[in-house]
């Protein structure tokens, strides 16, 4: 027992080594498998304005192509990772043993770059000998950014405070927006392992939220002093006593707790017809989530001619703009497909969406619009995509960015309610689902005392909700009030941010200029020191903005647009805002909604994001 406690001793620093969107209009896209009423029109964020009704307050995070299907492949996939997961601890455990007989212990060397794989010890997995507490103060089911903003904000309101996540992923808390975003234009060979990239502004980071000394070891947990946040990797959650205040793993371990969070997200969705098409189509799929994703697209990217990407939205788009500047050198041969007429075309209006289009065309993509996939098959080593129309696309690799359906595996265990419109587990405005449970992030469904009830899906929203959540397990009692924003980059030269009721069914005024060069991605991160814009944003607030009275508001459409605002409204009032190359300007934007009052002349209220300025 001392040789074993002598090698975790050993062990312990590299196993803490460095190792986060949504309901479819499926009555358009034609697909839908039965779970989610198809009345439910698209937009960003689910949303409605208090004393609407019907349809009107149904919305939803549109983060792909407007098709629904099953979850099956991405539980499949899961299950596979834990398969190589106890695989791997066997071999760990087995070297141990090997090393115990031998009555010496050899260290462990650092691998060199590239061989520390996901799955190994270098990258946070939990050893098969850790003693896991038998009980965590505070317990956070997930290990992504709302989990760890919720572990953040706990331990500056009770510095003491014994903090542990769970997490059924082999990594500690990570940001998932680099995976679609900067880390494809990364320069470094060895990207997909040293999982550090830089942002537009050349300053360089890494995907993880904090080092690996900033947690503290599980099984020190009931010991330390100070308290402190211990990750356990690899494990999932897989029952829930509400009563008993305990929850069980996979491997049947109980843990029980006095305060729980539950941040497990969400899973990808597939199209039915993909699942329905067979393994070999299957395994030459890429439902895109996680780190292993990225990993494993980056290496199909090498290794084939031709990529699909389905999906007309904010992951299908990024993903396509970053494989098509791939393809540009290369002879990869990168397709995007949609059901709408252009990209973003559920969220953009139409000009904007064509102008979109063309843009990621430039990229080196080809566009396949108003395209439904009718069925898949694999013949002579190739993907034959059928659309409805009787189109036929051959290629090498598919890629779903369809949407994501939140992870409620928890709710029957736990006697826990799901919102039968938006999913997600319900819960009040300070983020409780029972007296001592509280849900953040994708997989809430909160009532915003603003907006009513409505399900969030994005960075912004997860960061916000995850705060807000700690406060309230500390005793805050904090409602909801936060107007989560979002943001999508095609590249360095081009992005947006949006906050509110972004649906291109709604009338919408749009207020361009020329741009200059610093209104890009880039030179936002630059002004505002970081790539993940909205930790930057969230705790600015904005003076009262005031437009004066004047004529009608007038659309000022342009072939080139550089920079620009974008309102969205409803009955004459503003509720939802894109920001078309203006940055560091959220707060402005979040103060309009929030009023909520009627323009005279949206040209006057543009003046106030300075898009005017030279």
């Not at 331990?155 to 996540?165: F, N, S, W």
Request: aromatic residues 6%.
């Amino acid at each position: 027992m001392l040789k074993c406690r002598t090698v975790w001793k050993k062990l312990a620093p590299l196993a803490r080594t460095s190792s986060t969107l949504c309901r479819q209009n499926v009555r358009k896209a034609g697909l839908n498998n039965g779970r989610i009423p198809t009345h439910v029109p698209t937009a960003h964020m689910s949303s409605g304005l208090p004393g609407g009704g019907g349809d009107n307050l149904k919305y939803a995070l549109l983060v792909g192509a407007a098709s629904i299907g099953g979850v099956a492949y991405a539980y499949h996939t899961m299950k596979g990772d834990q398969q190589r997961y106890q695989a791997r601890i066997t071999e760990l455990s087995s070297r141990s043993q090997k090393a115990a007989a031998k009555e010496s212990v050899t260290p462990i060397q650092p691998q060199p770059p590239g061989e520390q794989l996901l799955g190994t010890i270098a990258v946070g997995f939990t050893p098969a000998s850790l003693k896991l507490p038998s009980h965590a103060p505070y317990l956070l089911i997930g290990g992504g950014t709302a989990s760890f903003a919720a572990a953040r904000s706990i331990r500056a309101r009770d510095p003491g405070a014994k903090v542990l996540i769970v997490t059924d992923e082999p990594d500690l808390p990570y940001m998932r927006p680099p995976l679609s975003k900067e880390l494809w234009f990364s320069d470094d060979p060895s990207v997909t392992e040293t999982l550090r990239f830089k942002q537009w502004n050349g300053k360089e980071r890494s995907i993880y939220f904090q080092p690996s000394s900033f947690y503290i070891n599980p099984e020190e947990l009931d010991s330390v002093e100070n308290g402190g946040v211990a990750v356990l990797t690899g494990k999932k959650v897989v029952h829930m006593d509400v009563r008993g205040n305990k929850v069980k793993l996979d491997d049947d371990t109980e843990i029980s707790y006095d305060k729980c969070l539950i941040a497990t997200g969400g899973v990808p969705r597939n199209l039915q017809v993909i699942e329905r098409a067979g393994e070999e189509v299957m395994r030459r799929t890429t439902l895109f989530r996680k780190i292993e994703d990225f990993r494993s697209l980056d290496k199909v990217s090498r290794n084939v001619k031709s990529i699909t990407i389905i999906g007309g939205g904010f992951l299908g788009s990024e993903l396509a703009c970053a494989l098509g500047r791939r393809s540009t050198e290369s002879d990869l041969e990168v397709i995007q497909m949609f059901p709408e007429k252009g990209n973003m075309g559920k969220v953009l209006p139409e000009y904007l969406s064509n102008w979109t289009t063309e843009k990621v065309k430039k990229e080196g993509v080809k566009i396949i619009s108003e395209a439904l996939v009718k069925s898949v098959t694999c013949k002579d080593d190739k993907l034959e995509i059928h659309l409805k129309d009787g189109r036929l696309v051959k290629t090498d690799h598919i890629v779903t960015a369809v949407g994501l359906e939140p992870n409620v595996d928890l709710a029957n265990s736990g006697g826990l309610e799901v919102d039968s419109d938006f999913g997600g587990y319900r819960v009040n405005a300070e983020l409780q689902a029972r007296s001592n449970i509280w849900v953040a992030g994708d997989a809430a469904c909160f009532y915003d005392i603003r907006l009513g009830r409505r399900r969030v899906e994005h960075h912004d929203h997860a960061v916000v909700s995850g705060r807000l959540a700690g406060e309230n397990m500390t005793g805050a009692s904090k409602p909801y009030w936060h107007q989560s924003m979002f943001w999508s980059d095609l590249g360095p030269d081009v992005g947006y941010e949006a906050i509110g009721i972004v649906d291109s069914s709604l009338p919408t005024v749009g207020v361009f200029a020329k741009a200059t060069a610093k209104d890009t991605p880039k030179a936002a991160t630059e002004e505002s020191g970081t790539g993940i814009r909205s930790e930057s944003e969230t705790e600015d607030t904005a003076t009262s903005a005031v437009a004066s009275v004047t004529p009608a508001p007038v659309v000022e459409n342009k072939d080139d647009y550089g920079k620009g605002v974008i309102f969205y409204l409803r009955d004459k009032v503003v509720v939802g805002i894109i920001l078309w190359n203006v940055f560091n300007r959220m707060p402005v934007a979040r103060k309009i909604i929030k009023d909520g009052e009627e323009h005279a002349d949206l040209n006057e209220v543009a003046k106030l994001f300075n898009i005017h300025e030279d």
